[in-house]
C-alpha cells in the first residue's frame, strides 16, 4: 500500500504567524500553487511557496478588535476579475480581504470590504456563484441563524434578509458549511450541533434560501458534533463528508436531486487511525477519483479514498514524530499531482523544534497513476479496467468487475458478484449483501480483503476460514465470500493476517425504528420533522418549519393550549352526541372552563346535557332503544346494527351502565374522536384567536386610525379567544388612554365624525351624521355597538382587507408547513404561514386556518401562473378543493374567491 511520506516540516517563530494556525489554504496560480495560513490577531496571513523549506514569502498582518474572534478562515475569491483571499472570524463581523499577485508576486495589506459587516465573529463560511452572481451563507460563533450575503461591484458586500429557512438555527448551533450544484440547482449544506444533523438548503438565484431535506440519527447518521462538511463528486454521484468530533467519525452522505439524502458510510476512529476527537477534514481530486484526509486529537492524520459506492477505504496512516508537526492538527489542505498527493497539515511540534509549539508539515504520497472511478447500475453489468490504479463499484445485479493491471480497488455490490483484481496490489472490498461473492484471482502477500463491511470483528478468529482445493471459503454470519487464487493453491486461516481481512471501523447503517412523532419546539425558530409514521408537530413560538413526510400526520404552527383545547373537543363531542349540533361560543366557553377547571367530571357534564331543557324538548321521553338510536345516529350517523344494540341494551338493562356512561362511550370512541378531528382543531384556542385578528385589526383603524401594533394584535385576538364579549373588546379600545388623548372628550357627534373619517375616510353626510347621534341619545345603540356596526360593515371589511393582508405580510412568514405524503391535517396560526405542496408526493392535506396573507407553494407542478394553479380548484361543501397530479388539499371554510394571485407561490 501508499505510504505517507514526511518531506519537511516548518516552524518558524510568531513573526511569520506560524503559531495558532486556524485554517490552510491552497490557491492554483500561473505558476503553481502556493500554500496560505492564517493565525488570529495579533498574527495574520502568511503566503508560503511550494518550495523546500516552506518559507514565508509575504505577509499580512491581522489587527485585533474588541471582543472574543472566531477561529479565522481563508476563502478563495475574485473581486472585479482580480484575485483575493477573503478573511472571515473577526469579532467586528467585518469582511477583510488580502489582495493576491501583487506587483512583487506577494499579497497586500489586510483591507475591509466595503458594505455590510456579519452581526457577530463568522465561524464557518461557504461561497456560491448561480451563473454570474457571487453569494456567501455564513454561521455565526455567538448568534443565531444562517445569514446570506452577496458581493458585488468593488467586493461590496450586501446581507439578503432571511425568511424562516435562516432563522431556524440556534446560537452557535452549526459549525461547518459547504455548498454542492445537483442537476443545476445551488445548495447548501449545514451540520447542526443542537440536532446532530445534517441540512441542505436550496439557494435560489435572489439569495433566499429554503430547506431542502433534513437526516440525523432516524435515518442512520449516528454523530455527536458535527464540525466539518466536504462536498465532492465521484462516479457521477454527489457526496458529502462530514466529520464529528464528539463521535470521532467520518459520515459519507449520497446528495440526489431536490437536496435528498443517504447515508452511505460511517467510520469511526479505533487503534488503526488518527482521527479521535476529529480536528481537520480535507477532500481532494486526483483525475476521477477522491481522496479524504482527516486528522484528530490523537495525533497524526489517516488518508482514506471515497470509493464511487460512496465507501470509504484506509490508504495509509501517519503517526505524529519528533520531527513532524502532526499533534492536534489543527488544519490541512491537499493537492493532486499526476501521480500522488501533497499534503499539507498544521498541528503542534516538540518544544525541541519550536519554542512557540508549531509548524507546517509536508507529507508526499506516491499513489501511482488515477485510471478509472465507475459505479455499475443495478443490471448484472461487467467492467473492465486499464493499466492505471481503477476504483470500480459493483451495483445491484450480478457483476462482473475487472481490475486490470495496476493497484486497483474493486467493491461488491448487491448481487452475487465475481472480481478479478489483476496484476499489482489490489484491494477487494466486500459488503453485507446476503449473496456470496467470488474472488477470482487473489494473490496472497500482495492483494487485501476488506471484509470490515461484511461484519464487525477485530481478529482473524471471528471469521470462519475453510480452505478448499483453489482457495478459500470465507464465512461471518450470514455473509459468503469464495476466495480462489491466482496460482489456484489452497488457503488456510494461517494463510491470512487480521491487517489482510480488515480495514476500518465502519458503523452499521441502521436508521432508528421511531414509529409516531410527538415533536414540540421551543420559544425560538425550530425546524421539526417527521418521518414515516402518524407525526404530530407543533412549533409553539418563534417562525417554525414543520415537515411531516410520510404518514398521517397532524402539523400545528402554533401552540396547543392543554388548558383549554382537550376540554373543548371533549365538549364538543358530547354536544354534538346529545344535540346533535356544534356548542355555541357562550356554551363551549362555558362548559369548557368548568371541566379545565376540575368542577364538574365529563360524566357529570353529559348527566347535564341528558336533562337539559333541550334535549328534553326534542326528544321527550326516550326508551333505552330510543336513546341508543338517537346516539348512533348523531354520532356515527347511522342506524345501529343489531349486534352493537343488544350490546348496549343489556349494558342499560343491567345496570351495568348508565344512560350517561353510555354517552361517553360513543362520544368518546376512537371512531367519533377521529371523524371529528377537524371539527374540534377549528374549536381550538389557536383556531379562535386566529378567526378573531380581523375584528381586532378593524377595531384599531375605526377606533385609534391605526394598524395595529403586533403586541395589540395578539393580546386582544387572544382575549377574544378567551371568550371576551366582542362590545367589552370594543370598550377597551374606545376607553383606553390612547384613544383618549388622542381625540378627548368627544360628544357624540364628534365621535361618530371621527369614526366616519376612520371607516370611510371622509366626513359624515348631514343625515348619516343625525340617525347616529339619535341612535345615541335615545339609547337604542352604546358607543360600542356604533363602533361594532362600523367596524364590521362590508365596507370597512372590503377596505380593509388588501391594508390587512400587507400588515399580516409586513412580518413575514411565521411558519412553514410541509405536510408531505399521507393525509395531513395543517394548521398555520394568527400569523402569516407558508403551505408547501409537492407534486412528487401524493398528498391529501387538510388546512384548518387558511387565510388570504398566508402563501400556497405548488413545489414541481410546474404552474406558468397563480391562474394555471387557481384553475384546479373548485368550491365543495363549505370549503374549496384542489386537486391536480395526485395532491389533493382542501380548505376549509373558504371561497375560490379568497385565493388572490398573491397567496400562489409557482415558481418551484
Known amino acids: 500500500m501508499p505510504q505517507l511520506t514526511p518531506v519537511a516540516t516548518v516552524t518558524n517563530d510568531a513573526e511569520n504567524f506560524l503559531t495558532s494556525i486556524t485554517d490552510l489554504l491552497l490557491v492554483q496560480g500561473e505558476t503553481g500553487p502556493t500554500l496560505y495560513s492564517i493565525s488570529n490577531a495579533p498574527g495574520g496571513i502568511s503566503q508560503i ?84 452572481q457571487s453569494f456567501f451563507v455564513g454561521a455565526l460563533s455567538h448568534g443565531s441563524g444562517l445569514h446570506v450575503w452577496q458581493m458585488g461591484a468593488g467586493g461590496r458586500m450586501t446581507e439578503i434578509a432571511q425568511g424562516i429557512a435562516g432563522e431556524v438555527w440556534s446560537e452557535n448551533d452549526v459549525h461547518a458549511l459547504d455548498t454542492v450544484e445537483i442537476e443545476g440547482a445551488q445548495y447548501v449544506l449545514a451540520a447542526s450541533v443542537t440536532d446532530n444533523s445534517l441540512t441542505t438548503l436550496a439557494l435560489d438565484t435572489q439569495g433566499q434560501l429554503q430547506i431542502a431535506s433534513q437526516i440525523d440519527a432516524r435515518d442512520g447518521l449516528f454523530i455527536n458534533t458535527p464540525n466539518s462538511i466536504e462536498t465532492i463528486q465521484v462516479g457521477g454521484q454527489a457526496y458529502a463528508v462530514l466529520g464529528a468530533a464528539g463521535t470521532s467519525s467520518i459520515s459519507v452522505v449520497a446528495l440526489g436531486p431536490g437536496g435528498r439524502m443517504e447515508v ?51 490508504i495509509g496512516t501517519l503517526a505524529d514524530g519528533l520531527e513532524t508537526a502532526l499533534s492536534d492538527p489543527a488544519a490541512a489542505a491537499m493537492i493532486a499531482n499526476a501521480t500522488g498527493l501533497d499534503i499539507f497539515v498544521a498541528g503542534d511540534v516538540p ?19 488515477a485510471g478509472l472511478a465507475l459505479k455499475l447500475g443495478d443490471g448484472g453489468d461487467t467492467a473492465n479496467g486499464g493499466v492505471e490504479n481503477d476504483q470500480i463499484s459493483g451495483g445491484a445485479g450480478d457483476d462482473q468487475i475487472r481490475g ?36 477470482m484471482d487473489y494473490e496472497p502477500g500482495i492483494d487485501r480483503l476488506d471484509l470490515s463491511s461484511m461484519a464487525w470483528f477485530y481478529i482473524k478468529e471471528a471469521l470462519d476460514i475453510a480452505p478448499t482445493a483453489t482457495g478459500a471459503d470465507i464465512r461471518i454470519g450470514d455473509e459468503r465470500v469464495i476466495v480462489n487464487t491466482a496460482d489456484g493453491s489452497s488457503l488456510s486461516a494461517a494463510d491470512f493476517e487480521t491487517s ?59 401552540r396547543i393550549d392543554r388548558s383549554y383545547d382537550p376540554f373543548a373537543a371533549q365538549v364538543f363531542r358530547v354536544y354534538q352526541a346529545t344535540l346533535d349540533r356544534a356548542p355555541d361560543g357562550n356554551g363551549l366557553h362555558y362548559w369548557t372552563d368548568l371541566l379545565s377547571s376540575g368542577a364538574v367530571e365529563l360524566q357529570e357534564v353529559a348527566d347535564r346535557f341528558i336533562n337539559s331543557p333541550e334535549f328534553q324538548s326534542n326528544y321527550a321521553e326516550t326508551s333505552d332503544a330510543e336513546f341508543l338510536t338517537l346516539l348512533y345516529q348523531n354520532v356515527l350517523d347511522r342506524a345501529p346494527d343489531v349486534g352493537g344494540l343488544t350490546y348496549w341494551l343489556d349494558q342499560l338493562d343491567q345496570g351495568v351502565k348508565s344512560r350517561e356512561e353510555v354517552v361517553l362511550g360513543f362520544s368518546e370512541s376512537p371512531e367519533f374522536r377521529d371523524s371529528t378531528e377537524i371539527d374540534t382543531l377549528m374549536l381550538s384556542h389557536a383556531s379562535a384567536q386566529t378567526d378573531f385578528t380581523d375584528d381586532v385589526f378593524r377595531l384599531y383603524q375605526a377606533t ?46 364628534g365621535f361618530v365624525s371621527l369614526l366616519y373619517q376612520n371607516v370611510l375616510g371622509r366626513a359624515p353626510d348631514s343625515e348619516g351624521l343625525t340617525w347616529w347621534v339619535d341612535q345615541l341619545d335615545s339609547g337604542g345603540y352604546t358607543r360600542e355597538k356604533v363602533v361594532a356596526a362600523f367596524a364590521q360593515s362590508p365596507e370597512m371589511i372590503t377596505q380593509t382587507a388588501q391594508p390587512q393582508i400587507d400588515w ?32 412528487d408526493e401524493d398528498g391529501h392535506h387538510v388546512i384548518i386556518d387558511i387565510e388570504p396573507w398566508d402563501r400556497l407553494s405548488f413545489d414541481g407542478f410546474n404552474y406558468s401562473s397563480a391562474a394555471e394553479a387557481r384553475s384546479h380548484m373548485v368550491e365543495a361543501g363549505s370549503g374549496v378543493t384542489f386537486t391536480d397530479q395526485g395532491v389533493t388539499v382542501e380548505f376549509i371554510d373558504a371561497d375560490l374567491g379568497l385565493f388572490t394571485d398573491g397567496m400562489f407561490d409557482v415558481s418551484g
Open 808 to 839: 399580516f405580510r409586513s412580518f413575514g412568514f411565521e411558519d412553514q408547513l410541509d405536510g408531505g405524503e399521507g393525509y395531513n391535517l395543517l394548521q398555520g396560526g394568527a400569523m402569516a404561514d407558508q403551505f408547501v405542496f409537492r407534486a
Open 264 to 314: 452511505t458510510d460511517q467510520i469511526n476512529d479505533d487503534l488503526g487511525t488518527r482521527f479521535d476527537g476529529m480536528t481537520t477534514l480535507e477532500t481532494v481530486t486526483m483525475g476521477d477519483q477522491v481522496y479524504v484526509l482527516a486528522g484528530g486529537a490523537d495525533d497524526g492524520v489517516s488518508l482514506l479514498t471515497l470509493l464511487p459506492g460512496g465507501k470509504l477505504v484506509q
Open 404 to 439: 486490470g493491471a495496476g493497484a486497483d480497488i474493486l467493491q461488491d455490490g448487491g448481487g452475487a458478484d465475481s472480481l478479478w483484481g489483476g496484476e499489482g496490489q489490489d484491494v477487494f472490498v466486500l459488503d453485507a449483501d446476503g449473496r456470496t461473492d467470488f474472488i
Open 49 to 132: 511557496p511550494l518550495t523546500a523549506r516552506l518559507n514565508s514569502s509575504d505577509l499580512a498582518y491581522l489587527s485585533e478588535s474588541a471582543g472574543l474572534d472566531a477561529a479565522g478562515t481563508l476563502t478563495e475569491i475574485s473581486i472585479d476579475g482580480s484575485s483575493a483571499l477573503m478573511v472571515t472570524g473577526s469579532a467586528s463581523g467585518a469582511f477583510q480581504a488580502v489582495w493576491l499577485n501583487q506587483n512583487d508576486g506577494g499579497i497586500s495589506d489586510v483591507f475591509t470590504l466595503p458594505g455590510a459587516v456579519a452581526p457577530g465573529a463568522v465561524l464557518a463560511i461557504a461561497p456560491l456563484q448561480p451563473g454570474a
Open 500 to 558: 489482510e481481512l480488515r480495514d476500518l471501523w465502519h458503523s452499521a447503517i441502521n436508521p432508528l425504528e421511531v414509529g409516531d412523532i410527538h415533536k414540540e419546539g421551543t420559544a425560538q425558530g425550530d425546524l421539526i420533522d417527521g418521518r414515516g409514521g402518524d407525526d404530530l408537530l407543533v412549533g409553539n413560538d418563534g417562525p417554525d418549519i414543520l415537515q411531516g413526510m410520510a404518514g398521517d400526520d397532524l402539523l400545528n404552527g402554533g
Open 351 to 369: 518544544a525541541s523544534l519550536s519554542d512557540q509549539g508549531m509548524g507546517i508539515s509536508h507529507i508526499k504520497v506516491e499513489l501511482g497513476p
Open 704 to 749: 385609534l386610525g391605526r394598524e395595529p401594533n403586533l403586541g395589540g394584535m395578539m393580546y386582544w385576538s387572544e382575549m377574544q379567544a378567551d371568550g371576551m364579549e366582542f362590545l367589552d373588546v370594543v370598550s377597551g379600545f374606545v376607553n383606553s388612554p390612547e384613544f383618549t388623548s388622542t381625540y378627548g372628550n368627544l360628544d357624540d357627534a
